[in-house]
């Protein structure tokens, strides 16, 4: 089960770097990221699954890479100070990228942050300088484009909230946490190492062979069958025998009587 689990977080751990690899069009660049998310795992509360999946988000929408932790470390500030959790990283995560993806701040998205804990209009109409109804109309608008809001929203919230993620990695939740992820970090293999490598060679070995192997499975298979069906055909013909010679007894007994009688 231990073997399971460290080659299932290792091909896990590969398919992230290969996917950051492929939007960063850089190998070195995606472990580099890879390592940096891993770190930020290991001090906050949240698990490597889900730090990797924000990571691949925010560069999916067009991030630099040097932007991804500073980015993770302000929303996740803020959803462990107002006491939420990773679906709620998620959902706030969702609504800066789409801020992003349409260039301009709308309505829609600073409700959207509301509801998962981080509270934006507060923070951009102070670092806007605008009054709520300045704001209000500046909004509607489309007149504060995401290249001005998502860097105040996130000094803002980290600002307010800075240190919260190290304070909840510190209760019982999260320091239990910090400990799984250190388990399965011992047993999770680096994609390119010795022992990564082999193990790949022997499963493209396995995937090669596998034609043979489905027709010997089939051939063996088949010839069980007809093992199966010659035995079934000998047992009725054994019952069948068993009920003519019942018959026939039956048969002696009624003429044994008849003459009795």
Known sequence: ELVKTG???????????????TMLKS???????????????????????DVNKWGQTLIGFGADAKQVIPTLTAVGDAISGMGKGPEDVTGALTAITQIAAKGRLMGQEV???????????????????????????????????????????LKGLEDKYKGSLANQSKTMGGLWSTVKAGFLRAITADP?????????????????????????????????????????????RLVEIERSRGAQRLIADVGDAIHWA
């Not at 299932?8 to 290969?18: D, H, I, M, R, W």
């Not at 804990?117 to 995401?146: C, H, P, T, V, Y």
């Not at 051939?219 to 069980?224: N, W």
């Open 7 to 21: 080659l299932g977080a290792t091909a896990s751990l590969e398919n992230v770097q290969v996917g950051f690899t």
């Open 192 to 236: 390119d190492s010795p022992f990564s490598v082999a193990v790949k060679g022997w499963l493209s070995k396995l995937v090669a062979d596998m034609p043979s192997i489905q027709s010997k499975i089939r051939g063996t298979l088949s010839k069980l069958w007809d093992l199966a069906k010659a035995g079934k055909a000998f047992v009725d």
């Open 27 to 49: 190998k070195d660049a995606a472990k580099g990221l890879v390592k940096e998310l891993q770190h930020f795992s290991d001090w906050s509360p949240f698990v490597d699954s």
């Open 111 to 153: 409700l959207q942050l509301a509801e998962h804990g981080i509270f934006a209009q507060e923070i951009l109409q102070k670092g806007l300088g605008l009054n709520a109804d300045q704001f209000r109309l500046a909004q509607e608008q489309g007149r504060i484009s995401s290249s001005v809001a998502i860097p105040i929203l």
